[in-house]
């Protein structure tokens, strides 16, 4: 097993990145809250990624929170490199303008977040991209708080193929 794998089950995320009329989309576990003022976030993108090449050309992206009914197309744009080919053609998802940055959003997923990129580190096989969140814009299971029940996130199990996502068990303390 990876070191890295003790840290799983993660949450699964959707990157996209270039433009609406050539954007490229990848999944991501590694995604991380950062800062609140000003709102920070980072996700760590390994530098073979087609991926890294369009944030560093257009210094924006978008993160993008699927839901388990996209597990098909999260699996598409995690393991088919947009480098080779045209990942919005092979994927069912409907890409739409984002507010503020040129990066589109997903219209199926419950939220978007626009950013711009503060910061880049280098972190051994990947590069850490800090986004300062422009934008964001949400579906109803973010209207006040979010509701695990309005949407099943994708909770990825470990390396590899196996997911899951909430239950409706809610604990309280
Ligand atoms: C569930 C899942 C999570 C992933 N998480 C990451 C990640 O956090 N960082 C990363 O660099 N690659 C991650 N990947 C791999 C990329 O999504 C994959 O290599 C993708 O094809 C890259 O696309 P691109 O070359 O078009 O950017 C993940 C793949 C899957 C299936």
């Not at 991380?32 to 369009?54: C, D, E, Q, W």
């Not at 998802?93 to 939220?111: G, L, M, R, Y």
């Not at 006040?144 to 390396?159: A, Q």
Request: charged letters at 25%; hydrophobic letters at 40%.
């Amino acid at each position: 097993m990876n070191v890295l794998e003790y840290l799983y089950p993660m949450r699964t995320f959707l990157v996209t990145s270039g433009t609406l009329e050539r954007p490229n989309v990848m999944t991501a576990d590694w995604v991380t809250p950062l800062s609140m003022n000003p709102p920070l976030l980072g996700v760590a993108i390994a530098h073979r990624r087609y991926t890294k090449k369009l944030i560093d050309e257009y210094g924006e992206f978008v993160i993008s929170v699927p839901t388990i009914e996209l597990l098909k197309d999260v699996w598409i744009a995690g393991t088919v490199s947009g480098a080779n080919v045209n990942k919005a053609e092979r994927l069912s998802v409907t890409f739409v303008p984002s507010k503020k940055v040129k990066a589109p959003s997903i219209k199926e997923c419950q939220a978007n977040l626009e950013c711009r990129v503060y910061k880049d580190v280098e972190t051994g096989d990947h590069v850490f991209y800090v986004g300062e969140i422009v934008e964001v814009t949400h579906g109803d299971a973010f209207k006040d708080k979010p509701d695990v029940e309005k949407y099943r996130f994708i909770l990825h199990v470990c390396f590899g193929n196996a997911f899951t996502t909430n239950s409706s068990e809610v604990f309280r303390v």
